[in-house]
């Protein structure tokens, strides 16, 4: 049985309080820039600096997703 994650990267969209809540319920810590309004959530700083490799993983998806649809 795989083991649960211990932090999950996400981008500025997820930074909503219901979502860092529902992560924290789980023991999970939340990896993710804070909105202005929000305070900053310490994360190890490993996953803050790599978390550029999970926005160019979607930004690749959408962009073979343009490719495949032509």
């Not at 924290?24 to 190890?44: F, L, Y």
């Not at 803050?48 to 930004?59: I, S």
């Amino acid at each position: 049985m795989p083991h649960p994650p211990t932090c999950v990267v996400c981008d500025r969209e997820y930074a909503s309080h219901k979502f860092r809540d529902y992560l924290w319920d789980r023991g999970i810590s939340p990896c993710h820039p804070a909105k202005e309004d929000c305070p900053k959530v310490a994360c190890p700083r490993w996953t803050y600096r790599h978390r550029h490799l999970v926005e160019n993983l979607w930004a690749r998806l959408k962009e073979w997703r343009a490719v495949a649809t032509r």
